[in-house]
């Protein structure tokens, strides 16, 4: 046996939880970005016999070939306003999404996260679940903005004001 490789499986899969889907099969989750590790250590040791899924099996795939990071359909109403790294940007925010990854933009002010994010938020906009933009009150009317002009479909409400004015808002 070897203690260190068992050790770090156990210290590994702390990361993981069972999830059977109503079915009668053991299936574990987690994190996406612990799969490559997780695969390391169980292909690594001749003392593990496990069973990826192909769906672990193709995100580890694609990890190592590189390709994980695709092309979108962006809308129409925002191809003619983005530039190229703007576009860039939200294929590489539709990744972490997809993945389940967690991630930001940030870079210098006035190069476009604003669209990005309405992009995002327009793609994956799903009726009944809002999503929440947290911003400097000093943007606040700007983000409205820019979602009437190049995100009409979006409902937008801007929340400010004593807690008892959010609450009001809110209902």
């Known amino acids: ?25 053991d299936k574990y989750e987690g994190k996406s970005y612990h799969a490559p590790e997780l695969e390391a250590v169980a292909q690594g040791s001749p003392h593990y016999t496990a069973r ?7 995100f580890v795939s694609e990890a190592k070939q590189g390709k994980l990071v695709k092309s979108l359909k962006i809308p129409k109403i925002f191809k003619s306003v983005l530039r190229d790294y703007q ?3 939200i294929h590489w925010l539709h990744f972490l999404h997809e993945y389940k990854f967690a991630g930001i933009l940030a870079d210098d002010m006035g190069i476009g996260k604003t669209m990005q994010a309405l992009v995002m938020i327009t793609m994956e906009n799903v009726p009944g679940r ?25 409902k937008v409400l801007i929340l400010e004001g004593t807690q008892a004015d959010r609450a009001a808002m809110r209902r």
Request: with cysteine; glycine share 4%; proline share 7%.
């Open 1 to 25: 046996t070897n203690p260190e490789a068992l050790k770090k499986l156990i210290e590994l899969l702390t990361h993981f939880r069972k999830n059977d889907y109503g079915k009668n099969e």
């Open 52 to 58: 990826a899924s192909k769906a672990f099996s193709s």
């Open 87 to 89: 576009a860039q940007g």
């Open 130 to 154: 809002p999503s929440l933009v947290v911003c400097p009150k000093t943007l606040l009317y700007n983000w409205k903005n820019e979602a009437k002009k190049f995100a009409p479909a979006l």
